[in-house]
């Protein structure tokens, strides 16, 4: 049972527009949401990451919308550029683990 | 920044042999390691949390005799495949997870930047 469903798999964005890639999960216990950035053959790395009692969280381009109610959370990547191309990963913690969204790998067309 | 590295980055070995994986926390003590495997153009999955000085926890269905844990300091976990087989192929990827303020607790985790093994 996967318990951080994202989506979508694959997104393709011009550059200077806006990518979104949503997560959404069930366990309530979950309390730290960090989305994470991979470029091929390289290990994940921490780009945002979100507690559930702040609705929202803004670094540079990256923002996190976090909706308690709906179990739901979001990455907004604006103006993107094509050096964003790579694949994201929505991550969940809990009790010492933790639990990761299926990825979404984004192209930004030039 | 909070850095971690891995060696060696890329393994070629026979099948049967072993092969050792470091994983380091550079600039910080790690409160806690952990050990992914990725498979091609798939979300990591975690092997095992280990703990500095205790034994690792193991994920279900993950063998723990094949797959050996040792973290032997705060800054130090080492994986070693036993008797490798070339299903066992696949990219290994360690985190540490770093202390908070005065040494407590912080989600904070950080990746190393990965094993590329290959079991001829």
């Not at chain 2, 976990?77 to 490798?84: D, G, I, K, P, W």
């Amino acid at each position: 049972q996967q318990q951080v469903k994202q989506s979508p798999q694959s997104l393709i964005v011009q550059k200077g527009g806006i990518s979104i890639i949503n997560c959404a999960y069930e366990n309530t216990a979950f309390d730290y949401f960090p989305w994470y950035q991979q470029f091929p053959g390289k290990g994940p790395a921490l780009l945002i990451a979100i507690r559930p009692d702040v609705s929202e969280k803004k670094e540079g381009r990256f923002t996190i919308s976090f909706n308690k109610s709906a179990k739901q959370f979001s990455l907004h990547i604006m103006d993107s550029q094509p050096g964003d191309s790579a694949t994201y990963f929505c991550a969940a913690y809990n009790f010492n683990k933790f639990y990761f969204g299926s990825g979404t790998k984004l192209n930004v067309k030039p | 920044g909070a850095v971690v590295s891995q060696h060696p980055s890329r393994v070629i070995c026979k099948s049967g042999t072993s092969v050792k994986i470091e994983c380091r926390s550079l600039d910080f003590q790690a409160t806690t390691m952990f050990w992914y495997r990725q498979f091609p153009k798939q979300s990591l999955m975690l092997m095992a949390t280990s703990n500095e000085g205790s034994k690792a926890t193991y994920e279900q269905g993950v063998e723990k005799d094949k797959f050996l844990i040792n973290h032997a300091s705060l800054t130090l976990s080492t994986l070693t495949v036993t008797s490798a087989h070339p299903e066992d192929s696949s990219f290994y990827i360690c985190s540490a997870q770093r202390p908070g303020l005065a040494g407590g607790f912080s989600y904070e985790q950080y990746f190393g930047p990965g094993t590329r093994l290959t079991v001829t």
